[in-house]
């Protein structure tokens, strides 16, 4: 038997409100965790960013170097370059777990400043990207003059119709 709309609605209710009481949980463990001066408050967010975006990374490469089937649609590739630069891409991934594993271990301000220097770098990129090209596009419309011809335009004349008459 399907769900009623109302017992589907109820549930997508209670899912929405335990997700709001785990943010709210969350964040007041997160303030608290400052008000302390933690260096946990702040390396373990840090830390879940972290090894998400590794953990992506080692997938993407694994991935690609565990591949088979190539689609019948896809470039022939003869030679092993991408099948290496994946293997290389795990090997990276993991060395760079290990190594920020070990900085959290050390309480090492680097651990978490250099990943969040990337993660704030590559928005403010993105942002700065947005604003240019915001800036960049073309506002007015083109002149009738300037405006090519649309492409489903045809070249010659059509074709006169044929009598409907006997």
């Given amino acids: 038997m399907a769900d009623s709309p109302n017992l589907s609605l109820r549930r997508s209710k ?10 709210l949980v969350l964040a007041a463990l997160f303030g608290y965790g400052l008000w302390e001066a933690s260096y946990w408050a702040v390396a373990v967010p840090v830390g ?3 090894t998400a975006a590794l ?4 997938w993407i490469g694994w991935t690609i170097a565990t591949i088979d089937a190539v689609p019948r649609e896809a470039e022939r590739y003869e030679g092993r370059g991408a099948r290496f630069a994946a293997i290389l891409l795990c090997l990276l ?22 990943p969040v220097a990337v ?8 942002v700065f990207h947005i604003g240019w090209a915001i800036l960049t596009q073309r506002t007015t419309l083109p002149s009738p003059e300037q405006e090519p011809p649309p492409v489903n ?14």
């Fill in 119 to 126: 993660a704030v770098f590559g928005l403010l990129a993105m």
């Fill in 48 to 50: 879940v960013g972290v």
């Fill in 93 to 114: 991934t993991v060395a760079l777990a290990a190594l920020f594993g070990y900085g959290l271990w050390l309480r090492s301000y680097w651990a978490l400043a250099i």
């Fill in 153 to 166: 335009t045809p070249v010659h004349p059509p074709a006169p119709a044929a009598p409907d008459g006997p």
């Fill in 55 to 58: 953990a992506l990374a080692f």
């Fill in 14 to 23: 209670r899912a929405g409100l335990r997700i709001c009481a785990a943010a």
